[in-house]
C-alpha cells in the first residue's frame, strides 16, 4: 500500500484515484481516508486521500506532533512527494481547519477549499461531544452493535441505512476479541485535551478571510452540533460568491454523497 514519509521519519498512508484537478482528501480528527469512501465515485478528480499521523493505515507518531500545523506540513509533504506544486482541498472538520490554516500559510498551494461542517467558530456543545468520546474505546462490542447503536441513538442523522452504518464503524473500529477498538492512537485525547493549554481559542476568522480569492465550497449539516447556524451564516455573508450547501437530516458531518452536497462539490470541482 502506498506511503510517504514525513520529515521526522514518519510513515504515511495515502490513496489517489481518478482524474482531473487535483483534490487532496482531509478527514475529520480521529478518522481517516475511508471518510470519503462515498463521494469519492462521484467526484471529476484526481481524489487525493491521507492519513494523518497516528490514524487509520498511517504510523502513530509523539502526540506532540498531533497538531494541525504538522498536519498541513504533512499535507504540503505528500503533494511534494506526488510532484505536485497546487492542489484543492477537500477539507471535513479538522480538516477543513487545516485547509484555513495553509490559506493564511500557503496560500500558493492552493487552487481551491471546500469545508465540510467545519468553519472558524467551533460550537462548545459539539467540542464536548468529541471530548467524551476521543481516545476511548466503544461500549459495542461487535460491528453489528455499534451500527444498531447508532441508527438508534444519532437522532441528528435521519433516513441512513444498515449498511451505511456498517460501512461507518469497520472504517473506525477494528472487531477483535475483546471488543472494537478506535483505529488511531489513543493518545490523540491528550494532544487535543488534556495537554492544550487554558487560554481562550484563538480568532480563527482571520484564516476564514485567507480563503479570499480561492474558489469556495461550503457544506453543513442542518442539523450539525459543531457548526451553528449563526456561523454558517456570517461565512455565507463573507463569502457570497461561495458555492453553498445545507445537507437536510444531517448531523456533523454529512457524508457527502448526500445529492446537496454532492451538487455543490462538483459544481466547486468545475471552477477548480
Avoid at 481518478?18 to 469512501?37: I, K, W
Avoid at 500545523?69 to 511534494?80: K, M, N, S, T, V
Wanted: aromatic letters at 8%; hydrophobic letters at 40%; a negative charge.
Amino acid at each position: 500500500m502506498p506511503h510517504f514519509t514525513a520529515a521526522d521519519g514518519t510513515r504515511l498512508f495515502y490513496t489517489e484515484n481518478g482524474e482531473g484537478p487535483a483534490v487532496l482528501a482531509l478527514a475529520g480528527l480521529t478518522r481517516n481516508s475511508g471518510d470519503f469512501d462515498h463521494v469519492a465515485p462521484y467526484l471529476p478528480c484526481r481524489l487525493i486521500r491521507m492519513d494523518y499521523r497516528g490514524r487509520g493505515q498511517s504510523d502513530w507518531a509523539d502526540p506532540a506532533t498531533y497538531t494541525i500545523p504538522q498536519e498541513g506540513a504533512d499535507a504540503l509533504a505528500l503533494l511534494d512527494h506526488l510532484g505536485l506544486d497546487k492542489a484543492a482541498i477537500l477539507g471535513t472538520s479538522r480538516g477543513g481547519l487545516i485547509a484555513m490554516m495553509l490559506a493564511a500559510t500557503h496560500k500558493d498551494r492552493l487552487t481551491g477549499v471546500a469545508l465540510n461542517d467545519i468553519g472558524p467558530e467551533i460550537d462548545p456543545k459539539g467540542l464536548k461531544v468529541i471530548e467524551n468520546y476521543i481516545g476511548r474505546n466503544p461500549a459495542q462490542k461487535t460491528y453489528e452493535e455499534a451500527a444498531l447503536f447508532r441508527a438508534r441513538n444519532w437522532v441528528h442523522f435521519r433516513g441512513v441505512g444498515h449498511d451505511r452504518w456498517l460501512h461507518e464503524v469497520r472504517n473506525h473500529y477494528e472487531e477483535t476479541p475483546e471488543g472494537l477498538v478506535i483505529r488511531y492512537d489513543p493518545k490523540l485525547r491528550e494532544a487535543v485535551f488534556e495537554n492544550a493549554q487554558v487560554q481562550p481559542a484563538p480568532d480563527l476568522w482571520p484564516l476564514f478571510e485567507a480563503l479570499h480569492g480561492l474558489p469556495l465550497c461550503l457544506i453543513r449539516g442542518e442539523n450539525s452540533d459543531l457548526l451553528t447556524e449563526a456561523t454558517w451564516d456570517r461565512m455565507r455573508n463573507l463569502r457570497h460568491d461561495a458555492i453553498a450547501a445545507e445537507v437536510p437530516d444531517r448531523g456533523h458531518v454529512p457524508f457527502l454523497d448526500e445529492p446537496q452536497a454532492l451538487h455543490a462539490l462538483q459544481s466547486w470541482i468545475d471552477i477548480l
